[in-house]
């Protein structure tokens, strides 16, 4: 006769190993689920060499979490699209650490490398530049299926996910088999919004998407972008100069200036309370919508040029440009000041020796 304790204990340890599996797997994915999608620290990369060396980039730190969009703000030259490039792994850093989903995707390789590529898409600038002339809408949604071939494998199977995308950016069936000419400048970013979808990526980086487009329209696609952001999960790092449209979509935002982040905060905080003197000045020359207060009594002019990033000031880099600059500023590099209680990812920070009060000096946008 079979021994009835021997199989009893054999079940009782096959059923802890399976409980035991089913632990460690929740436990995996609870832990996968409250790391950042994101994770940029200490970041720098320099371009060049000698006394012609730029350092676009440097120690530089973000973090974004699933389905949060981050503003990225600053003027021309601050290294936003360096840090974009960095992102999408198109420039290695030469310092500091990546981390997508845990990941360093500067370590991967073969096919390793090709999966994460999936995961991460762009949007341009321009809907004019960014689409070949010469390919319908249908083929420029599916091209990069012709890389990842595994993603929809057969044609009539790219047919269906094509109307698909379509129909998620707002455009029509028959929109499949026209061309880029035939289109508005919101059709077109739509297409390119419908392109960077089609691989179901996790991140994807807007470089100024809606810049080159009249205002009715930056309204459509921005709308677009929000709600594919509910119904997909997807996440954005959002680069743009129009502060409006960054207050519209961001979750939080990060300042820039010369390479650095200067201040990073929930959107609303820094708009209304920015602490930096840049974030504020930024803030102040932002249009508003009320007659009563005119540029001039809510502007804040900035002092001097924008100085050479080859030739970066000492001490604090914004002091040749601030009103509330000392002497320290020269020499000391400026601390990075906390306000607010919600932890690293959520507090406000500002890089700087006296940073304002808690109005600020902006009236916000």
């Not at 699933?66 to 030469?94: F, I, M, N, Q």
């Not at 990546?98 to 762009?122: C, I, N």
């Not at 997807?234 to 979509?249: E, N, T």
């Not at 906390?338 to 020796?353: D, F, N, P, V, Y």
């Amino acid at each position: 006769m079979p021994d009835i304790r021997a199989a009893a204990t054999a079940s009782a340890v096959s059923a802890a190993s399976a409980a035991s599996t089913a632990s460690a797997a929740a436990a995996a994915s609870e832990e996968a689920e409250a790391r950042p999608l994101l994770e940029v620290s200490d970041v720098t990369k320099s371009f060049g060499s000698g006394r012609r060396r730029l350092t676009a980039l440097d120690g530089v730190d973000i973090r974004l979490g699933r389905g949060e969009t981050l503003g990225l703000v600053g003027e021309s030259g601050c290294g936003k699209s360096t840090l974009a490039r960095v992102l999408l792994g198109l420039e290695r850093p030469d310092a500091g650490t990546v981390r997508f989903d845990g990941t360093d995707p500067f370590a991967l390789r073969g096919k390793e490398l090709l999966a994460w590529r999936r995961r991460v898409q762009m949007v341009f600038q321009d809907p004019f530049a960014s689409l070949n002339a010469r390919m319908s809408a249908a083929e420029l949604i599916s091209e990069p299926w012709r890389t990842h071939r595994d993603v929809v494998p057969t044609p009539k199977a790219r047919e269906k996910r094509v109307r698909e995308l379509l129909a998620l950016v707002g455009l029509r069936d028959s929109d499949a088999h026209r061309y880029p000419g035939e289109f508005s400048g919101g059709q077109r970013q739509r297409i390119g919004i419908a392109r960077a979808l089609a691989l179901d990526p996790d991140l994807i980086v807007c470089d100024e998407p809606v810049s080159a487009l009249d205002l009715s329209v930056q309204a459509q696609v921005l709308n677009v972008l929000s709600e594919l952001r509910e119904r997909l999960g997807v996440a954005y790092v959002f680069i743009s100069h129009d502060l409006s449209v960054v207050r519209y979509i961001a979750d939080r935002v990060t300042v820039m200036y010369l390479g650095k982040v200067i201040e990073h905060g929930d959107t609303e905080e820094v708009f209304d309370r920015p602490q930096h003197p840049y974030t504020s000045a930024l803030m102040s020359a932002a249009p508003v919508l009320d007659a009563s207060r005119t540029t001039a009594d809510r502007e804040i002019q900035l002092q001097g040029e924008i100085p050479s990033p080859f030739d970066i000031p000492s001490g604090c880099r914004f002091r040749t440009r601030c009103r509330h600059a000392e002497d320290r500023c020269t020499t000391e590099p400026p601390p990075l000041v906390t306000r607010g209680t919600r932890g690293a990812a959520g507090s406000h920070t500002a890089l700087c020796h006296f940073p304002l009060g808690a109005a600020g000096e902006s009236a916000g946008v």
